[in-house]
């Protein structure tokens, strides 16, 4: 069973920054395609940004120029360096990763969320 486990949420006022933790941990032999979403109060969860092992990156466009993901293979760990927070981020965002065991069986993970919050 894969863990995926994020940090790095927070309060932050309008403008500023915040950068996003995943780490991933479990009897993992690869991870595939990575990815971001967020669910603001009211709203069905969103993708945000996600990443290939390729190096392909989508982003919703909404965040396009503002938030930048990333990953570490070999740390087995995603980014999301948000710039310019506005008070629309605001959300719970979540880790998603697609994931083949040692075993090659393949799964899907969520992570437990971290709560963003931008203020006006």
């Known amino acids: 069973q894969a863990q995926l486990v994020e940090s790095g949420g927070g309060l932050v006022q309008a403008g500023g920054s915040l950068r996003l933790s995943c780490a991933a941990s479990?009897?993992?032999?690869?991870?595939?395609?990575m990815g971001w979403y967020r669910q603001a109060p009211g709203k069905q969860r969103e993708l945000v940004a996600r990443?290939?092992?390729?190096?392909?990156?989508t982003y919703t466009d909404s965040v396009k120029g503002r938030f930048t993901i990333s990953r570490d293979n070999t740390k087995r760990k995603m980014y999301l360096q948000m710039n310019s927070l506005k008070p629309e981020d605001t959300g719970v965002y979540y880790c998603n990763a697609d994931i083949t065991y040692v075993s090659r069986s393949k799964g899907t993970y969520w992570g437990q969320g971290t709560q963003v919050t931008v203020s006006s």
């Open positions: 479990g009897n993992i032999f690869s991870i595939d395609t």
């Open positions: 990443l290939s092992s390729g190096g392909s990156t």
